[in-house]
């Protein structure tokens, strides 16, 4: 296999199992339904680019982070895949299990906020800060990114990784401000959350124990 097919498989790696956890709903979404419902569609959609700028820090922190102790102990860098391994096994099993998101968590945090308009900056902030101060998201990343990046991993591929991770969460906001803003859309989407986490499961675990076998 080519070192390019070798990139687009771990590419494609990315875009699968990140794919998967975005629209897994978790606190983004909520923030997200929440901006777009009681203040407007465009607070929305500053909300979807916020945690799209948001994932450029995580993302940044990480490879910056991964290549940098590659440089320094290989024995050291594959301690943290195996551990980034079994925490992919961790949150697949998690999610196996999980029966979905009720609509009352989405619900309660719509009654929370009255109709009011807010600010593209204000908009732009909530959704940077939710994700940027989440620590879940940074012991994802680690875990995610410590199986694709490898020692000869051009930095071109590592900016293309980052830049498709933001353009996921961006997109997949945008589209939740245009679409699951409407009651009888999202709480349908709500009842198949259980199946979506149940997908990204599968796919967390098959990462995770493909890398606990794995002779490198």
């Known amino acids: 296999m080519s070192e390019l097919s070798i990139y687009f498989v771990q590419w494609m790696t990315l875009v699968a199992v990140f794919s998967l956890a975005v629209i897994s709903p978790g606190p983004d979404f909520v923030v997200a339904v929440r901006n777009s419902v009681a203040h407007s569609r465009r607070a929305g959609l500053f909300t979807a680019l916020g945690f799209g700028l948001s994932i450029l820090v995580h993302v940044s922190y990480t490879v910056a982070g991964i290549a940098a102790l590659i440089a320094q102990s290989i024995l050291l860098f594959n301690v943290i895949k195996y551990a980034g391994a079994a925490y992919l096994i961790y949150l697949g099993i998690q999610a196996l299990r999980s029966r979905g998101m009720g609509k009352a968590a989405v619900d309660h945090a719509l009654n929370a906020e009255k109709k009011s308009r807010m600010s593209d900056k204000a908009a732009l902030s909530s959704g940077f800060l939710t994700n940027v101060l989440n620590p879940k998201a940074t012991l994802f990343f680690l875990a995610i990114f410590s199986q694709i990046i490898r020692i000869d ?22 589209l939740v401000a245009f679409v699951l803003t409407q009651a009888r859309v999202r709480n349908a989407f709500l009842k198949a959350t259980k199946w979506i986490d149940r997908g990204c499961g599968l796919v967390l675990v098959a990462l995770g124990v493909k890398v606990a076998l794995s002779a490198k």
């Not at 991993?153 to 945008?174: A, E, K």
């Open 153 to 174: 991993t051009p930095v071109v591929w590592m900016v293309v990784y980052g830049l498709t991770c933001s353009f996921i969460i961006t997109g997949w906001f945008s």
